[in-house]
């Protein structure tokens, strides 16, 4: 296929178009504290452009299967990137925040059918002995996107204000939409498998429910014991059970869940669950820690990240050409293992720890996830034959927006909870520097809950082993 496809140039429209669309995912991440002033809004409502933008993006993620069978490759990737614009330049233009959060959520659209897209095409396009260096590359913007999200987010705010973080993008979309117009070509082929409609509503009220449920927990005073977070929740599972119950039944399933019969695809995807949470969880969390008790602006507190955003992209093809050559094991089970260490240092961080250290501790978590994350979504895909690949894509990337929403919802929650605790605590006046003990206070026990999670990605990273491809010729 390589031999008759131009494949460059259809990386470069994929790269080009991606970078921007993935950076809105922690573009507002630093911002959210001027979104608070500037539109009168609490922690928990504010946290609905990270959230939000991460849920609308998993309800869409299990359609882009039946989607990409449906259309062509220029046709899917021009229309998702012409939503994308138009969202981005309603959240420029807004009046007050249900306009904001409006704009951001049409962006998700066009993100979220996005990225399954473009992994099927490179699945296609790629053979599998190449695909960690190509994942790998195509990862410096999957990865250095988001990473370095929060560094240009303050830097954009301090010197231009908030509504150029989105004026900032429309170029860019426009541009990536006239390339495609230009130089992508088809991949694949247009099948039109039948649409049922129960699979689609089934998926729709699972996933948004279990996001919803869980971001909501934090509004509520009762947090997750809340009847109404109960409920919420409660429907959601019982709505995702019978969804896959429905899947194992049809001859032409919305999503094929019978990919996780493949042992490393299922340990691959759950490894990848746990960093995403911890990764977008650290990205919401750190930015509010350096603007509160350790009072840095926007713009310096987007520039100590920025070490570690760096490290994060440029390491990403490196790791991927590490993984081809070495196979996953020996980039996972160190970079676990490094995790755990970086979640005990945030959960003991302090207003008197040194800036040099949480420099150097935030680039060595950047630098664990790069090892992480690619190489276990390329080897769980690696071992899928052909026709699972419009699957097994849109199950990895459906489960990426529901763990970054279920990490930033559940470690603001704790956080919350923490703080508020600690000032409940208080008999005399609040000061100042009670305030800072109380935010710390939470973000100790936001980090003890990821402390726990990354053990438990050590213990899978131990199990992964190197994926045995089917032949990719005979397929």
Do not use: C
Not at 105 to 111: C, R
Not at 333 to 344: A, K, S
Request: aromatic share 10%; charged share 10%; glycine share 8%.
């Amino acid at each position: 296929m390589e031999a008759k496809i131009k494949t460059k140039p259809i990386l470069i429209t994929f790269m080009i178009g991606a970078f921007f669309a993935i950076l809105n995912e922690t573009l507002l991440n630093i911002a959210l504290t001027e979104f608070m002033e500037v539109f009168g809004v609490s922690e928990p409502t504010v946290q609905w452009l990270a959230t939000g933008f991460m849920l609308v993006m998993g309800v869409l993620m299990p359609i882009s299967a039946l989607l990409i069978q449906w259309f062509t490759t220029r046709q899917m990737f021009i229309g998702v990137m012409t939503v994308f614009l138009a969202g981005t330049v309603i959240a420029a233009s807004a009046l007050n925040f249900p306009m904001l959060l409006t704009g951001r959520m049409i962006q998700a659209v066009g993100t979220g059918l996005l990225i399954p897209i473009i992994f099927n095409t490179l699945l296609l396009l790629y053979r599998p002995e190449v695909r960690g260096k190509i994942m790998g590359t195509f990862g410096l913007v999957i990865m250095f996107a988001p990473a370095i999200g929060p560094t240009l987010s303050g830097i954009i705010v301090d010197l231009f204000g908030w509504r150029w973080l989105f004026l900032f993008v429309i170029p860019f979309a426009l541009f990536s939409i006239l390339f495609a117009l230009k130089y992508l070509t088809n991949v694949g082929e247009v099948t039109r498998p039948k649409v049922d409609i129960i699979s689609i509503v089934l998926s729709s009220i699972g996933i948004g429910g279990i996001v919803y449920g869980f971001s909501s927990a934090g509004e509520q005073a009762e947090g997750f014991l809340s009847v109404t977070i109960i409920s919420i929740i409660s429907v959601s599972v019982i709505s995702i059970v019978l969804f896959v119950l429905r899947q194992l039944k049809l001859d032409e399933p919305l999503l094929d869940v019978r990919v996780f019969k493949y042992k490393n695809y299922t340990r691959g995807v759950a490894l990848f669950v746990i960093v995403i949470m911890a990764m977008f969880a650290s990205e919401i969390v750190m930015p509010m820690y350096l603007q509160g008790p350790l009072g840095y602006s926007a713009k310096m507190a987007g520039l100590l990240l920025l070490p570690g955003a760096l490290l994060n992209g440029l390491m990403s093809p490196v790791m991927g050409t590490l993984f081809d050559k070495f196979g996953p094991r020996k980039l996972m089970i160190p970079g676990t293992v490094f995790l755990v260490g970086v979640m005990i240092f945030f959960s003991n961080i302090n207003p008197s720890v040194p800036i040099w250290s949480f420099i150097l501790v935030y680039m060595v978590l950047m630098l664990s996830i790069s090892a992480i994350m690619m190489p276990a979504q390329t080897n769980a895909l690696n071992e899928l034959p052909k026709h699972l690949y419009p699957h097994g894509t849109a199950i990895a990337n459906t489960l990426q927006p529901i763990s970054g929403a279920l990490g930033v919802s559940i470690f603001v929650s704790i956080m919350t909870k923490g703080r508020d605790s600690h000032l409940d605590q208080q008999t005399g006046p609040i000061t100042e520097k009670i305030i800072d003990e109380a935010m710390t206070n939470g973000v100790h026990h936001a980090y003890w809950f990821a402390l726990v999670l990354t053990i438990i990605a050590v213990f899978i990273a131990l199990f992964i082993k190197k994926a045995v491809a089917p032949d990719f010729n005979k397929e």
